[in-house]
């Protein structure tokens, strides 16, 4: 029997979008944006984090970092989109939510039916987990796109969808 999520409304979402902006404004400057009192506030934000709807958490932005040495750890943003064989979607996805260095994973209405978002330290490593993906049993193809260039990034999109989320509906 899965557990259903409370029902939130306008006020949840204003609480959670100042929240998501900046995880350390105080309950009374989020209250008086919204208009209402802090008690309010802090047990929204305490009955969504309990929901599993909410979560703090310190973000890191690839984007803002001023070391631009190619071998910074995490400083290369790769996506591997690939196709499965029919039937194989399920048994990919899992195998590829095992693999440590795939930071996010969503199924896409697309051509490349599941794209890998995965922050690694070197080109070789873009190499070693495209051949990794491609080792997959179920996997039809696969293709790797390296981001060269931040044009514009939102830190705050990132923990949409965690790949700690996603294992946890599969």
């Not at 923990?159 to 509906?169: F, S």
Request: charged share 25%.
């Amino acid at each position: 029997m899965s557990v259903e999520s409370p029902p939130t409304d306008l006020l949840d979402r204003q609480i959670a979008t100042l929240l998501a902006r900046d995880a350390r404004t105080s309950f009374r400057q989020i209250a008086g944006e919204v208009g209402v009192t802090e008690g309010t506030v802090r047990a929204r934000v305490k009955r969504l984090q309990t929901a599993g709807l909410l979560r703090l958490q310190p973000i890191i932005d690839i984007a803002s970092s001023d070391d631009d040495t190619p071998a910074s750890p995490g400083r290369h943003m790769a996506f591997i989109t690939m196709r499965c064989r029919a039937g194989w979607l399920d048994r990919v996805r899992d195998a590829l939510l095992a693999m440590p260095r795939v930071d996010a994973l969503y199924d896409a209405n697309a051509a490349h039916r599941l794209v890998a978002i995965c922050l690694v330290d070197s080109l070789a490593e873009v190499a070693a987990m495209t051949n990794a993906v491609l080792a997959l049993e179920g996997i039809r193809d696969a293709e790797s796109e390296l981001v060269l260039q931040t044009i514009k990034y939102d830190a705050t999109i990132g923990p949409i969808a965690t790949v700690e989320d996603i294992a946890k509906l599969t």
